[in-house]
């Protein structure tokens, strides 16, 4: 049975293949202490496991965009999802820290065609001016995946191991892949006659120099990086220093993940109130607000839950008022190459992410002279772990705070200009 376009069926499945990003990442990070243990790794080795999945999924990106442009939505998904199982699998049975790195860089290449082709389908059937609102509503539903997910992987890492987690993913791409296989109807009406890699690169040169398209990808990329760089440093704090376990991890995710939702559902109450390039600018204060409010107790030796998960619920907020519109904004203003847009806004996205994950592993990895006191900790003055476990990660994560609030002040200039 086909899956009509504009049905609540097609939204459903729209947010399905869009949650294959978040819910990889966020179904992993209760257990990641735990493979750590297993693999014989230490949590710097760990953390590059994310920051390689990062990697496949921004390389990726730029071929499921051009090859749905030339071949149709359908078939690029379809062979999308049979890598990211086969991928999956192949991390299950890792053996060592070096190959589950190795499978993790493979299973971020296959997991991207969910959320690529998702934001193409988006904008094959939905006119542009309806695009930020249902953007919106994707967005905040998909909110239910990554806030479920670390739960159920806590659950699992717990009861069956850190490898149960990945039977989790697979089984949930094999599902997708029957109900893409059966109901999904090809939706390019825009089909390219060819892979022309002059007229690609000569289209994404277009895009390239488009202030108001590069304004919202910078915009969205700095946001994502301050939110991988949370994911990948905050499970080793609460874990490791505040003694919770995975599956007491994944209930915390549940608070960190309401900030995005009530993001979410603020934007939806802006749109039409408020131009979405404001949005996003006031927005990009809630990065630096949380920053700052993770510092503050760190500077006065006081690390508890909520110092934590506080700052991460306000950073949550405000990418829930930024992705939306970011997505909308940069895709669709190209509606033939949908799904090339698509791709190079995922790839600067994932990969200015990855960077995020990269300075955190470094910058927390390095330790210092004192048992379990990073090394950056000790340069800054920090005299006791309460102090300086987390500020590494803060003093990380401020210049992609800063360069998001430069990034959107700008667009919001451009817009002001081209209006």
């Known amino acids: 049975m086909r899956i009509a376009p504009r049905s609540a069926g097609y939204v459903a499945l729209l947010v399905s293949l869009s949650s294959f990003g978040p819910l990889t990442m966020s179904i992993y990070t209760p257990v990641m202490p735990m493979i750590g243990g297993a ?50 699998i192949g991390c299950i049975y890792a053996q060592s820290i070096a190959s589950l790195i190795t499978q993790r860089l493979f299973q971020g290449i296959g997991a991207c065609a969910g959320v690529v082709i998702g934001r193409a389908l988006v ?73 022309d890699m ?14 108001l398209f590069m304004g919202y990808v910078m915009t969205m990329g700095l946001s994502f990086a301050i939110n ?38 603020c934007n939806q109450f802006l749109i039409g109130r ?34 934590i998960v506080g700052p991460q619920m306000l950073l949550s907020f405000g990418s829930g008022v930024i ?34 994950t990269a300075v955190v592993a470094v910058l927390t990895g390095l330790g210092g002279h004192a048992p379990g006191m990073p090394l950056l900790g000790e340069w800054v003055g920090c005299r006791t772990i309460a102090c300086g476990v987390p500020m590494p990660l803060v003093i990380g994560m401020l210049p992609f705070a800063v360069g998001g609030i430069a990034s959107a002040w700008m667009l919001r200039r451009i817009v002001i200009r081209q209006a």
């Open 39 to 88: 693999l014989g790794a230490g949590p710097d080795e760990v953390k590059v496991t994310l920051t390689t999945y990062m990697l496949g999924f921004a390389v990726g990106q730029l071929f499921y965009g051009p090859l749905s442009d030339r071949f149709g939505r359908r078939p690029v998904l379809l062979g999308g999802l049979l890598f990211f199982t086969a991928t999956t």
């Open 123 to 195: 904008r094959d059937v939905y006119e542009y001016r309806e695009m930020p609102r249902v953007v919106g509503w994707i967005s905040l539903a998909m909110n239910i995946s990554p806030a479920i997910a670390p739960t159920v992987g806590g659950y699992l890492g717990e009861a069956f191991g850190w490898t149960a987690t990945f039977w989790a993913l697979a089984v949930f791409s094999t599902v997708m892949f029957v109900i893409s296989a059966l109901g999904l109807p090809e939706t390019n009406r825009h089909r390219s006659p060819d892979i």
């Open 198 to 211: 002059g007229a690609l690169l000569r289209g994404s040169g277009e895009m390239l120099r488009d202030r």
């Open 228 to 265: 991988f760089g949370m994911i990948v440093g905050t499970p080793f704090i609460l874990q490791d220093h505040l003694g919770f376990s995975p599956r007491e991890f994944g209930l915390l995710a549940l608070l960190s993940v309401s900030g995005f939702t009530a993001g979410g559902i």
């Open 274 to 307: 408020v131009e979405p390039s404001r949005a996003m600018q006031w927005a990009t204060f809630c990065h630096l607000g949380a920053l700052v409010g993770m510092a503050v107790p760190a500077a006065f030796d006081t690390l508890t839950m909520w110092s």
């Open 323 to 356: 992705i939306p519109n970011a997505s909308a904004g940069a895709v669709g203003l190209h509606p033939k190459l949908a799904g090339t847009a698509s791709s190079l806004f995922g790839l600067a996205q994932m990969g200015i992410g990855a960077l995020g």
